[in-house]
């Protein structure tokens, strides 16, 4: 855990760095494609920070100025397989956004979906001296939580405060100026397997590039997703990427849940390759073209070819009608939103006052799935798009790029976290996500 901790903050200095010189690079990680976008910051803007605890590094007016995306080789369930053939796409993907932005970059915040991340809610209690809280007290306050038990091969990714309490009040944002007696937290922490960090970093750096921050996937997905009354009220944000669907929960504009089921559109494709004997390339097509998840009588009559190139002349123009693909999408969906709902419920979601679900990435983009994750979730569904950012093209805009649009807004207000203070780190027991979860019942 220390290692990480100075890992971390030595990202953080590099992302200072980075924003002083003006460019840095962000890299989406995903199963089936890598996104790179180029963004030249302004300059910093101190604010009083609307996600959050204020940041201590301060917000950043950026513009889009490069963009680029490839498919990703060597990546399997969000995490990279074969060291190699990543690379090769991540050198790729930089270097036509980098010829797209003319300009060079040294440092990339990269995200990434596998990893098996797992949410933990933690408290702490501190008895306070005179004068108002400052961010020693906010340093004391975190090191008082009890810190669980990670288990070997997993570190801390994201550890984030959420709310704080003063006194008889709860609730804060920040208590940084106020004075109280007693100072209380309730802080989420995210951890992932130790291997997809250091797999991460080493790839990174074998493209000569210095990795100046790491997101999760679910993170960036759900703070460019969700509007900010969702953030504020409580919503999920479900990103159905390609070898991963992610799930993030937000509350009081901070998120407190985070996992990944390890099923996504790819395996969608597979099944209509399997099922109607093609190969994945024109499973893709035919997934992309004529897929859905609801099937009407029209259906029946309209007519799919299906193509080939194998030189076989029946083989080669069999055709299926579309409620038969629709037969083969569908069970895979349900089974990837079944998994969900289960998350959801293991996490408490119905503890929220506002339960509203977002769907976002390249596979909600299949005709009818908001009325199906409707009925089996059984809650408010609506399909995500990522928020506009300031020169973002009109091909990276849409959902299957949430994440890369999300890891734009984490480079340029990113909310403080554990060790962004001198927080000692040497005490561990285990709480869950349902103490959050508890928390939002109790003081709503």
Known sequence: MAQLYQSQRAMRNRRQAAL????????????????????????????????????????????????????????????????????????????????????????????????????????????????????????????????PDLGTGREALHAQPVNFVLDHRSGLQDPRGQVGHRLGVDMHLLTVDTIAIENLLHCVKRCDLELAGVASSPYASGISALVEDERELGAACVDMGGGTTSLSIFARKHMIFAETVRMGGEHVTSDISQGLQVPMATAERIKTLHGGVVATGMDDREMIELGGETGDWELDRRTVSRS??????????????????????????????????????????????????????????????????QGLPSAAAGPAFASAVGLCLFAACPQDEWWDFEVPHDRYPARSFRRIAKWMKENW
């Open 20 to 147: 002083q010189r003006g460019v840095v690079a962000i890299i989406d990680v995903g199963t089936c494609k890598i996104a790179c976008l180029i963004l030249r910051f302004d300059g910093p803007q101190r604010f009083a920070g609307a996600d959050g605890v204020r940041s201590s590094a301060g917000q950043s007016s950026f513009r889009v100025i490069g963009a680029a995306t490839t498919r990703a080789r060597g990546v399997r369930f969000g995490e990279i397989e074969t060291m190699r053939e990543t690379e090769r796409a991540i050198r790729t993907a930089v270097q036509a956004a980098q010829k797209m932005a003319e300009v060079r970059v040294d440092h990339v915040i990269a995200s990434f979906s596998g990893a098996r991340p797992r949410s933990y809610g933690l408290e702490g209690v501190l008895e306070l001296h005179d004068g108002p809280v400052g961010d020693h007290d906010i340093a004391r306050v975190l090191a008082a939580c009890d810190l």
């Open 324 to 389: 038969e693909l629709i037969g083969v999408i569908r069970p895979r969906v349900e089974e990837i939103l079944e998994e969900v709902r289960a998350r959801l419920d293991a996490a408490g979601f119905e503890h929220l006052p506002a339960q509203r679900i977002v769907l976002t990435g390249g596979a909600s983009q299949i005709p009818g799935i908001e009325g199906l994750a409707a009925r089996i979730l059984g809650q408010q569904v609506r399909l995500g798009r990522p928020l506009r950012v």
